[in-house]
């Protein structure tokens, strides 16, 4: 099992069991996690799933696609770390993902 962690505003991380095939957005929600809004429901048409990955990921993780990079647009903040966590699919490469919501 894929383990997910995320950083949370207070600087605490909570990490979550997530399947191969989930998304980090619906870990995210499936487990409550503050900041992480995902109103579209992951169609990639919003920016409410902003996340910053962890450097030691983001090779991993690779850039965003074309459409995300279009709704990265209307986020704020956005650094070159930054992805719509509805796009990150989970794999077993990405066991102790780190990410922080924007």
């Known amino acids: ?21 989930d ?14 809004e995902a109103d ?3 169609s990639c048409s919003c920016a409410t799933c902003h996340v910053y990955v962890d450097e030691a990921f983001r090779d991993l993780v690779g850039p965003p696609n074309v459409n995300e990079e279009q709704m990265l647009e209307f986020a704020d903040d956005v650094r070159p770390e930054s992805r ?19």
Not at 3 to 9: A, E
Not at 23 to 36: K, L, P, Q, Y
């Open 40 to 42: 579209c429901g992951g």
């Open 23 to 36: 998304t980090v957005m619906e870990v995210a929600t499936r487990n409550g996690v503050s900041g992480i």
């Open 84 to 102: 719509l966590s509805c796009q990150i699919k989970v794999t077993d490469e990405l066991n102790g993902l780190k990410v922080t919501p924007a």
């Open 1 to 21: 099992m894929t383990k997910i962690n995320f950083v949370v505003s207070d600087g605490s991380v909570s990490e979550f069991d997530a399947q191969n095939g």
